[in-house]
């Protein structure tokens, strides 16, 4: 399977615990994206990388919240001192950009995060 | 700023009937991106349907079509046929053009859960 993969897909820590989330994109691609889901409401974006260079940042990105893509492939998402709000999908997306023009995104399953 | 609307939350269908579902969208941009997508119960989001806002011809996909109005900002979602397997979230999402080193984020609306009845 050369889709985008996520791990874990489950995750349920206590509050004030870190957690990591780990997007493996599609292997050509050089743009990776994550979004946060909540229940009952569409994506919403929290940032994005051109290969290893983090372009942009929503303000949803708060400083607990730290996003890498060192080599350009594979990239983490940490949440620090989690709290109830965090509670969420989270989900990856890569694509790949030819100059000029923008493609289609392919997510991931997502990753299931219940902080208690 | 990009607002995308879904004024239907929740819709049904019979089998092998047709259904339309609505997304309107704000923006000042010329030249965007606007896409269906969808999302099956406890499964990783997929694209339906892509429209190129300077391409005048609605785009189509087999049972899956849009009727594109730029000037009144409406993008509907149409599936013709309606199977079981369609049963899903619907998102119908926005992004605008990109030109070198900008942005690509998709902007989605909140979303219209489709049920399609045997």
């Known amino acids: 399977d050369t889709g985008v993969s996520q791990d874990p897909r489950h995750k349920i820590t206590k509050r004030g615990q870190n957690v990591t989330f780990r997007c493996d994109p599609i292997?050509?691609?050089?743009?990776l994206y994550w979004y946060r889901q909540t229940l009952g409401q569409g994506p919403e974006f929290l940032t994005y990388?051109?290969?290893?260079?983090?372009?942009?940042k929503s303000r949803l990105l708060s400083d607990r919240f730290s996003a890498e893509r060192p080599k350009g492939s594979f990239s983490t998402l940490e949440i620090q001192r989690t709290e109830q709000g965090d509670s969420a999908m989270y989900l990856c997306?890569?694509?790949?950009?030819?100059?000029?023009?923008?493609?289609?995104?392919?997510f991931g399953p997502g990753t299931r995060l219940t902080v208690t | 700023a990009q607002t995308v609307t879904q004024s239907q939350p929740e819709m049904s269908v019979q089998e092998a009937e047709t259904v339309t579902l609505s997304c309107t969208y704000d923006?000042?941009?010329?030249?965007?991106?606007l896409f269906w997508y969808k999302q099956p119960p406890s499964r990783q989001m997929i694209l339906v349907i892509r429209?190129?806002?300077?391409?005048?011809q609605n785009a189509t996909e087999n049972r899956f079509s849009v009727n594109f109005q730029k000037a009144a900002k409406s993008f509907s979602l149409k599936i013709s046929d309606s199977q079981l397997g369609d049963t899903a979230m619907y998102f119908c999402?926005?992004?605008?053009?990109?030109?070198?080193?900008?942005?690509?984020?998709?902007?989605f609306g909140k979303g219209t859960k489709l049920s399609v009845k045997p």
């Open positions: 997306a890569s694509s790949s950009r030819p100059e000029g023009l923008n493609y289609e995104q392919y």
């Open positions: 292997s050509e691609h050089n743009r």
């Open positions: 990388f051109q290969n290893e260079a983090q372009l942009e």
């Open positions: 923006t000042s941009e010329n030249n965007y991106y």
């Open positions: 429209q190129e806002a300077y391409k005048q």
């Open positions: 999402a926005f992004m605008k053009h990109g030109m070198r080193g900008s942005q690509g984020n998709l902007i």
